[in-house]
């Protein structure tokens, strides 16, 4: 708490005015640190909130007060390479609060890869400044969509389908965690590209949400008597192009449902991050793969960092003609991160898991 050195019962204006400042200047700023490694699915108490001042601005800097922050899978599996007491890592939407960047004024908002925190004090000099929102962003679009359609999940549904996968009109592409942030994108954009889109969710709420968007086909994985069945009826003509968000045994039995010469995006293995040795589960099915001459491309989405701007372009334009539609699973409040974030690994989300701050 600030104060005045030498006043003691008399407190003259030029006092009130310094007392003033460093309370308008002090910002508190909060941060979720990983307390311990987690063992299987995080736990709530996993988690540390800390809490400390911002400190002042240097010359190139900014602070920023996140929006909205983003609970992904991948922060599952790349929290095994943080040193306990660390910032959790993960993604926010923010706006610029305080600057000391002509290139970044008071107001501009960004997208900051700095993990989970209610502000950051950013250097916007060095190698990977922060990334604006783009000029044209609609302004009817909630901004938190720069962390789902127009952000890494719509750019994972775009490239990977159209640069990977290259699914042509005609051909059936098969995506799984269908009714999440990337997976519903996945199959609008096949559609739209007169693909037959198929997918599998875990809830009966999600597959019907996924029958309102267009997909010719969808069924619940956790409700089907065998998902080699669900998939002969979903897709009897086989599938040509198969975007795997799930791996392990589930993509063991996909593989045998590929067409010859199909294609199959790596896309994430959800049904395993959780796993002590993700690696391990699974079948390698051989024969499937060189039977039916199949192509495995694995992926990550900053392959494609030069393209982005394209890509959100494109998103942006297909979503303002309602060609893409797009669902959020909101939680309110910073404090919730950690259980937002164990909510969307058990898959309580439909669309892609914000917090909004
Ligand atoms: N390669 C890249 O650059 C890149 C970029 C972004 C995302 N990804 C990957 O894409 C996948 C989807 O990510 P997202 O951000 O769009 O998340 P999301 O799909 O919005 O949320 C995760 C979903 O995964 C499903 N899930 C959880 N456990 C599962 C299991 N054991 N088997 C099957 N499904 C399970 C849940 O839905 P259900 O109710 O349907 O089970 C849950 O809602 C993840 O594997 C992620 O790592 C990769």
Redesign the pocket.
Known sequence: MASCRGQRSTVGPECVSRLFKSVVNMVKSKRFVVARHFDGLPKESDFQLVEEETPDLKDGEILVASIFSSV???MR?LSRRLSEGVTMVGECCARVAESKSSDFPVGTVIVHQYGWRTHAVLDTENQDPPRKAPADYPKDLPLSLLLGAVG??GL?AYF?LLKCLEAKEGETVFV????????SIVGQIARIKGCKAVG????DA?VAWLKELGFDAAFN??TVSSLDAALKEAAPNGIDCYFD????D?TTTVLNHMNLYGRVAI?????T?NDKDPSSKGAFPYKAIQGKQLTLI?????RWLDQWPQGKAQMMQWIKEGKIKYREHVTEGFENMPKAFIG??????????IVKL
């Open positions: 992904d899978p991948y599996t890494i999940p994972t990977g799984n965690a269908a009714a999440g942030a990337t997976g599998s969710a875990g809830s999600k994985y956790k968000n799930v791996g392990g589930f896309v994430g293995g959800i049904s991050y694995g992926f990550v989405v900053s969307m690994l058990v898959g309580e989300n439909i669309g892609k898991a």
